[in-house]
C-alpha cells in the first residue's frame, strides 16, 4: 500500500498568513493527490484534485502544487472559515489512503 | 443537487453483522464510481472500498482491514450503494460515509453525512 505522509501534524496561525501543508507519498502517484478539509462534525469536502485542480466553489486562495512523491497544498491569506484539519489523499492505486491530518488551528 | 444519504448504522456486538444504505440522487447514479470512507472517533479519515460502475464491469476493491469481511454492492434501480459488513470486529466502530468519485482522478468528489456503527459488547 502507498504510505501517505503529512507535515507537520498540526499548525496555529493567525488571519491572513499564508500556510502551507505538505504531503509526501511513499512512491510516486504522478498527480493522482486530492485534499479534503474538515471542520468538526461535518463530512469532509473535496478542495483539491488531481494535485493541482481547484474544485468547483472553493475559493481562489486554496491552491495545490507538486507531482511524483511531494505536495503542498498553500492558502495564501487565512480566514476565519478556513481553520479545520487537512487531509491529503492519494488515488492512484487503491486502496486510496490518506494522510494522517493537519489540524491548523487559530494562533 | 448531489445528495447521499447513509442509513442503517447502530450498536452491534463483536461478531455481529450489519448492512449501510447510501440513498443517492441528483445525479445519475449508474454512471457513478461509489466509495465507503470510515473515520474512528477522533480519527482521521480510511478508505474502505469502492465499487465501478457497471459499465466498467462493477468490480469492488477493499481495504486490507475490511477485505473478506465487507461486501459493497449497489442497486441502480433504487439508486443505493450497500455496506454489507459481517465478522464485526470492534476496531470496526467509526462513522462510514458514502462517497461519489470522480472519474479518472478518482477523488471523493461528493460525501454524505455519515451513519455512525459502534460495535461494542
Known amino acids: 500500500d502507498i504510505q501517505m505522509t503529512q507535515s507537520p501534524s498540526s499548525l496555529s496561525a493567525s488571519v491572513r498568513d499564508r500556510v502551507t501543508i505538505t504531503c509526501r507519498a511513499s512512491q510516486s502517484i504522478t498527480t493522482y493527490l486530492n485534499w479534503y478539509q474538515q471542520k468538526p462534525g461535518k463530512a469532509p469536502k473535496l478542495l483539491i484534485y488531481?494535485?493541482?485542480s481547484l474544485q468547483s466553489g472553493v475559493p481562489s486562495r486554496f491552491s495545490g502544487s507538486g507531482s511524483g512523491t511531494d505536495f503542498t497544498l498553500t492558502i495564501s491569506s487565512l480566514q476565519p472559515e478556513d481553520f479545520a484539519t487537512y487531509f491529503c489523499q492519494q488515488s492512484y492505486s487503491t486502496p486510496y489512503t490518506f494522510g494522517q491530518g493537519t489540524k491548523l488551528e487559530i494562533k | 443537487e448531489v445528495q447521499l444519504v447513509e442509513s442503517g448504522g447502530g450498536l452491534v456486538k463483536p461478531g455481529g453483522s450489519l448492512r449501510l444504505s447510501c440513498a443517492a440522487s441528483g445525479f445519475t447514479f449508474s454512471n457513478a464510481w461509489m466509495s465507503w470512507v470510515r473515520q474512528a472517533p477522533g480519527k482521521g479519515l480510511e478508505w474502505v472500498g469502492r465499487?465501478?460502475?457497471?459499465?466498467?464491469?462493477?468490480?469492488?476493491d477493499y481495504a486490507a482491514p475490511v477485505k473478506g469481511r465487507f461486501t459493497i454492492s449497489r442497486d441502480d434501480s433504487k439508486n443505493t450503494l450497500y455496506l454489507q459488513m459481517n465478522s464485526l470486529k470492534t476496531e470496526d466502530t467509526a462513522l462510514y460515509y458514502c462517497?461519489?468519485?470522480?472519474?479518472?482522478?478518482?477523488?471523493?468528489?461528493?460525501w454524505g453525512q455519515g451513519t455512525l456503527v459502534t460495535v461494542s459488547s
Open positions: 488531481a494535485a493541482s
Open positions: 462517497t461519489t468519485l470522480r472519474y479518472l482522478d478518482w477523488a471523493n468528489d461528493y
Open positions: 465499487i465501478k460502475r457497471k459499465t466498467d464491469g462493477g468490480t469492488t
